[in-house]
């Protein structure tokens, strides 16, 4: 049972444009900023946004975050085979003094 | 660039303790937090906890009376401790290196090895 709440699965067609949300509390995303993570099968994952919205080099800007209260959201436009993997949303929870992730999205691009 | 690399047994036995190492190159652990994150096969990411270079600590509440962390300055190490290890601490262990200021996100990461638990 993860802290964060992500949805199992996502899917989209190329082209399209897809999101993937995260819903903490208070002691988390409430209070904290959130990062997203890919993880392409068999691979390390991979920071794709800090600081709730934030980009670092070399991360295409068709990925971009968003908070709101207790929740955010990972936008991804222009939808490319190559975007299909597994999405973790975390944040550092101020009760547990820790990181906490979310379940993973498995996005599937059909 | 910084790069990470985890080592140690891919099997360890019930009651055991798991220990595994990262070996950090293009770069010094000095000034950075480190961290390890775990993934059981098929399932998501749990933190297990960070060691800062000055040699403080901080773990996961759910494996704390269980994990040591340390660091080799002079080697560029830092090490994993998890102690009386089930086949529930099956898992690929991942090394992370975390921000200079704030151990919330996790920039480098190493490839990942896994750990089986079996007699």
């Known amino acids: 049972q993860s802290v964060l709440t992500q949805p199992p699965s996502a899917s989209g067609t190329p082209g399209q444009r897809v999101t993937i949300s995260c819903s903490g509390s208070?002691?988390?995303?409430?209070?904290?900023?959130v990062i997203w993570y890919q993880q392409l099968p068999g691979t390390a994952p991979k920071l794709l946004i800090h600081t709730n919205n934030q980009r670092p080099s070399g991360v295409p800007d068709r990925f971009s975050g968003s908070k709101s209260g207790t929740s955010a959201s990972l936008a991804l436009s222009g939808l490319q085979s190559e975007d299909e993997a597994d999405y973790y949303c975390a944040a550092w929870d101020d009760s547990l003094k820790g990181v906490v992730f979310g379940g993973g999205t498995k996005l599937t691009v059909l | 660039q910084v790069q990470l690399q985890e080592s140690g047994p891919g099997l360890v036995k019930p009651s055991e303790t798991l220990s595994l190492t990262c070996t950090v190159s293009?770069?010094?652990?000095?000034?950075?937090?480190w961290s390890w994150i775990r993934q059981p096969p098929g399932k998501g990411l749990e933190w297990i906890g960070y060691?800062?270079?000055?040699?403080?600590?901080n773990y996961n509440p759910s494996l704390k009376s269980r994990v040591t962390m340390s660091e080799d300055t002079s080697k560029n190490q830092f090490s994993l401790k998890l102690s009386s290890v089930t086949a529930a601490d099956t898992a690929v262990y991942y090394c992370?290196?975390?921000?200079?200021?704030?151990?919330?996100?996790?920039?480098?990461w190493g490839q990942g090895t896994l750990v089986t638990v079996s007699s």
């Open positions: 992370a290196r975390a921000g200079s200021s704030s151990a919330d996100y996790f920039d480098h």
């Open positions: 293009g770069g010094s652990i000095s000034s950075y937090y």
């Open positions: 208070s002691s988390n995303i409430g209070r904290n900023t």
């Open positions: 060691i800062y270079y000055t040699g403080s600590t």
